[in-house]
Structures are given as C-alpha cells and as structure tokens.
C-alpha cells in the first residue's frame, strides 16, 4: 500500500510505519459527497458500510481525505456543474497532494465515461451506480498501481456499465452481483436515526424522451421479495421505525417467484416486463398475476412480516400502472404512509406525448381521484418540467390549471435541461428561451405556494402523528454558525427542549420544541399555525406516552 498520506501526519512527528493491511482493507480516510436522489443517498449509505467494513474512515474535511469521493446525479445540467467545479478544486490540491485519490462515481461516470478522464486528468477513478460493487476493487487497484502512472486514461480505473447494460434477462439475473451490495448492507444501529431505505428496484424502463435515468441507471431490476422484507426485517431489529422503499417507478415492481434463480445461495433480481395492458385508471396493477409478487403484495408481505415497522413509504410513483390493489392495501394497513409522489411534468397532452409519459391529463386526474376517494387523508406531491421543446403559453396555462386543481402539498418544478443521450436531446431543439423558463417556472412556483399554503392550513387545530427526525434547520445553523459557542450559542442536552423537525405520514414538515430522546420516534403533536411548506405544533402529553 503506497498512498502518499506524509502530507496528514502531526508536524514534527515522524510518521510511524504503517502496517501492511490485509488485501482488500485499508486505513485510509475517505470523503464521500452526494448529489441528487434519494437513490444515491442509499447508494452512498452502501458504499459508506461496504468501505467501513474493510477498514477506510470517513472524514468530513475533503482536503484531508486519501481518498475522495464524488457520488454524481445527471439528471439536470446545474447538479453536474456542481461537481466538475468540486472536481476542479481537488485537481489544484492534488498538485500538492498527488498521492490523493479521486473518484467520480453514479450516473455521471456512467453518462460521461472516459470523456471525464480525458477532460479531467485528476480523476482517478470512475464507477457507474451499476457497478458500485466493485469500487472497494477500483479504490485497492487505484491505490496500487496509480502512483506509478498517474495522469492518463491507462491510470484511471474504470468500472461501466456501458453497452452491456441492456442485456438479456437470464444474463442479467445469473451477472447481477449489484445484489450483494445491498445485502451487505449494514444494520449498525450508528448508521441510522430510525429511519432507513430499502431498494426494491433498480433502473427504469420507461424511457422519458428527456431523461437520462434509463441511460445511467440501466434496466429495471426487481429485487426478490423475500431479500427485501429480509433487509427490513434487521433494520427493524436494528432499531429502524421508518422506512421507505425505493425505485423510480416503485408501483412497477413486481416478481416471478415461479422463475426466480439461484446462484450462490441468493435469488438473482429480475428484469421487468409488464404484464398486460393498464392505463392506470383503476382495476389491479397490469403486474397483478398468479405467481407473482405485485407492488400490493410486497407492501402487504412487508406490512405482515415485520410487525414492529411504524412506518412504510415508497417513492417514486409512475401515474400509469397504479392500480387500485395498491390503494386498497394501503387503505387497509395504517402503517403505510399516506403520501403519493406522483409526477406529472406538465398539464398539457401534447407535452405529455412528447415526453413519452404514456398518461393523458385526465387519466392523471382521474388517478388523483382515485386515492383521494381509497385515502381521504393522503398527501400528494408531484414533478414539473417547464420550457420542455416547444412548450407554448397554452401549455404552459395548462400546467398552472393542474397544479390548481391538483391539491398537491408541494411539487418540485424544474426547467427543462438538455441531457445529451435522451431521445429529446437528440431530436428536439430547446427552444424556449432561459428568460421563458425562468418566468414559468416562478408563476408555477407561486401557483404552488397557494396551493401548499391551502394545504398547511387545513392542519391548524389538528393534532397529529409526526415521526421526529432531527434537529431543526435553525438550531443546526446556530451550531455550525463560525464562533457560535463564543456568541453563546450551547449544544442541547439530551434532556434540554430544542427545536425539532419531523414529518406526517403524509409527508407534511412539522417543526416543534421537544428534547433530543425523541429523535427517531413517533409523537403527537398539536398543529398551532402554518406555513407554506411547513406546519408548527405543540407536544401533545407526556413524552412517556410516545411510541
Ligand atoms: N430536465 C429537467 N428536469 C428533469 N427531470 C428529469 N430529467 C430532467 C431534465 N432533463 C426531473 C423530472 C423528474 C425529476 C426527478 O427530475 O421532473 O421527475
Ligand atoms: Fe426518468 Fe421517466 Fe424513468 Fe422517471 S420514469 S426515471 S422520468 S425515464
């Protein structure tokens, strides 16, 4: 092991030799930086337990770091500027510290390949989010053999998933090593705060003319029921009172147990395919069959096998193929949140069909009705693109008429960005102007902020279940503001009240004082005013009556 760390050690103390570590485990320091989903949230969660487990220690400071990480999201053109800018920053350190290791790993090392290397040299290695398994390999290789030959395409250490990632479904299953990555996972009650994600399925199918998932992320992979309530089941163990499935198209999810494959004790995930024709507007989900595990089954498998579980959440929803099997399990099992992110993208047919949606507005709306009528409570949120191709004032209207009529709690509205390899990069100009999108997406922005204002109101007076997940934005500045224990500020005692963020089960933010024991519980609260984005409350009783 040869990393240059003489630049970390105590001055004026000479480094003591390091032990020769055992193949595959390190003592190196890792920084790790997400970008994006909640998907590589998880991923980095992962990577984290993987790199842990063999011996690296992660830091915070990425100028001390042997090795730093950068887990990328392309899926708009601002979050990649972000990183190339980071990216910039370590390449004039290493000048310094050449012996520093730099990865970029997710969908922007699958989307850009070696273009990165090429365009930046500093970077050492690239992993794909279909190949994560093998980063712990490409950081021991990197480390190894890199210092002799830095500064090149033969340097770099390289893990894609390329033009194999469209492969057959038996390949697919008897290759899909991703599995192991999570079921490593780690189930350290130190690695959570009571709420944790579970995969339930990878990459997506869909094809969205202007999204690049399908690209980075691959084929849509199902993870085998039986591996999923299994995770749930040890994070439960582990102390775990939340968790939240994921998949970015999670009511796809469905398993063939009749055809699962073994290999190495584990059943292999399986490509997806739908099984028969379903616009979404009612009916069972088109996944619904003998033999097989539907999005309703999972959700009612998990509900059954882990009893102790307080909450169960899923994102993200596609509005086609949601059918009402999913909304009567959910309408039958309280523990299921009642909270739907379902995107939409635009309130205009012609946009839909260019996007490639699949859904009409009123086939949207009509699913919109639908959970309304099984859960009177839920919450819903949604996705907006504006200044898509060729988006006209009409269309435009008619976004802003959907999100009225909607009653969504919030919706994350985005401008169009160009993302080469998508069918509408290649085949569509952008042709609405930046100062278009800007002034769309602020007049869908404050449609919203009247709709979500409406929303938060109706909660005024009301006391409700709230799962409490952290200290609140306030006191997390006042911590970390320079000089803040000079200015007075104290770091709070378990038992001193604070102030506190949680959420509803409808994904509703509610800020309350309490103490820090009830971070990771769920606890009653009395709603006392609100605003847009955000409700204020009260503790309801004893801290004891707490779940
Ligand atoms: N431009 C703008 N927004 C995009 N999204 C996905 N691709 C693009 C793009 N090229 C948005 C969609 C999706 C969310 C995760 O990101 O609204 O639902
Ligand atoms: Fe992208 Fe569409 Fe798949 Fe969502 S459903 S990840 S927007 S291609």
Redesign the pocket.
């Known amino acids: 092991m040869s990393l240059d760390t003489s630049t970390h050690s105590t001055p004026g103390v000479a480094p003591e030799p390091a032990p020769e570590p055992a193949p595959g485990s390190s003592s190196l320091t890792v920084f790790l930086e997400t970008f994006g989903?909640q998907m590589n949230v998880l991923d980095s969660q992962l990577v984290h337990g993987q790199l842990t487990g063999l011996g690296y220690r992660f830091i915070d400071d990425w100028k001390r770091a042997d090795v730093v990480l950068y887990n990328t999201c392309s899926?708009?053109e601002r979050a990649e500027q972000k990183v190339w800018s980071r990216v910039g920053e370590v390449g004039v350190h290493k000048k310094e510290h050449p012996g520093v290791l730099l990865g970029v790993i997710g969908c922007m090392a699958e989307r850009d390949g070696e273009d990165t290397i090429r365009k930046y040299p500093q970077v050492d290695l690239l992993c794909g989010p279909g190949e994560l398994d093998k980063l712990p390999m490409l950081i021991d290789n990197a480390v190894r053999t890199g210092l002799e030959a830095r500064g090149g395409l033969r340097a770099a250490k390289i893990a894609l998933q390329g033009d194999t990632h469209r492969r057959s479904a038996t390949l697919a299953a008897a290759e899909d090593k991703l599995e192991m990555l999570d079921l490593a996972r780690s189930f350290s009650p130190d690695d959570h705060q009571g709420s944790a994600y579970v995969r339930i399925t990878r990459g997506c199918n869909k094809f969205c003319t202007?999204?690049?998932v399908p690209r980075t992320r691959g084929a849509e992979v199902h993870r085998p029921p039986t591996h999923i309530v299994d995770e749930c089941e040890k994070l439960v163990d582990s102390g775990v009172k939340e968790i939240t499935l994921l998949g970015q198209t999670v009511n796809h999810y469905h398993y063939d147990n009749t055809q699962s494959v073994e290999l190495h004790g584990h059943l292999q995930p399986q490509i997806g395919s739908i099984i028969g024709p379903n616009r979404g507007t009612g009916g069972p989900s088109p996944t619904f069959g003998a033999g097989v595990t539907s999005f309703a089954g999972l959700l009612k498998t998990i509900c059954q096998e882990v009893p102790d579980l307080l909450r169960l959440r899923f994102v993200?929803s596609f509005p086609r193929d949601f059918g009402d099997d999913i909304l009567q399990v959910m309408a039958d099992e309280p523990r299921i949140c009642r909270y739907l992110h379902l995107?939409v993208?635009s309130g205009s047919d012609r946009m839909l069909k260019m996007m490639n949606r699949g859904y009409t507005v009123d086939e949207f709306m009509d699913l919109v009705v639908r959970v309304r009528t099984f859960l009177p409570d839920a919450e819903l949120a949604t996705?907006?693109?504006c200044g898509f191709p060729t988006e006209t004032e009409d269309d435009h209207r008619a976004t802003a008429d959907l999100l009225r009529r909607g009653g969504f709690k919030n919706s994350?509205i985005?401008?169009?960005?160009?993302?080469p390899g998508?069918a509408?990069y290649d085949r569509l100009q952008d042709d609405v102007s930046e100062a278009d999108k800007k002034r769309r997406n602020n007049e869908l922005l404050a449609v919203q902020n009247e709709v979500s204002a409406q929303v938060h109101q109706a909660y005024v007076g009301k006391t409700i279940r709230v799962f409490v997940e952290s200290i609140s934005a306030r006191e997390r500045k006042a911590e970390s503001r320079p000089g803040s224990v000079e200015l007075g500020w104290e770091k709070p005692s378990d038992e001193q009240v604070t102030q506190l963020v949680g959420r509803t089960g409808g994904d509703i933010i509610v800020v309350f004082d309490g103490d820090l024991s009830l971070i990771g519980r769920v606890i009653e609260v009395k709603i006392v005013s609100a605003a847009p984005l955000t409700l204020f409350g009260e503790l309801v009783g004893s801290p004891a009556s707490v779940l």
């Open positions: 989903c899926v708009r202007y999204c690049v993200t995107p993208q996705d907006i693109i994350f985005f401008k169009y960005s160009p993302r998508t509408a």
